[in-house]
Structures are given as C-alpha cells and as structure tokens.
C-alpha cells in the first residue's frame, strides 16, 4: 500500500489557483484538504481539484462542509 502524503491548504483565495494545478497533477501521490469559509467558493475548488477531495470551513473541525 502507497501512503498519500497529506497536505492542509487554509484558504482557496489567489495563491490557490496556482498551488491546485499542482496538486491536482499529484492526485496519486496525495490527499489534499481545503479548509475555506466562503462556502459559495467551493464548487470551484472541486472543479479544480476534484470531487473526491474534502473541503471544510473551519480548520478545526473535519467534514464541516
């Protein structure tokens, strides 16, 4: 069994787009969580990451959105 590597990205705001094609490109070799609170701003990091990925609005708490 592969271990991902984990990585926490706090906010999805303009460093996002650039640091997404990366990971999205890695989706093999990691498991990205996004915790952002501009729930309305979701989709689009889905679209850019994926569907599978988890998103939260609040670091601190798992599966909040």
């Known amino acids: 069994m592969v271990r991902k590597l984990k990585v926490g990205i ?8 650039a640091h997404a094609s990366g990971f999205s490109r890695l989706r093999d070799r990691c498991e990205v969580v ?3 609170t501009n729930v309305d701003g979701h989709p689009r990091i889905r679209k850019q990451l994926g ?3 988890e ?3 609040d ?7």
């Open 10 to 17: 706090l906010g999805a705001g303009g460093i996002f787009e």
């Open 34 to 36: 996004v915790a952002d």
């Open 51 to 53: 569907n599978e990925m």
């Open 55 to 57: 998103i939260v609005s």
């Open 59 to 65: 670091y601190r708490m798992e599966g909040s959105a």
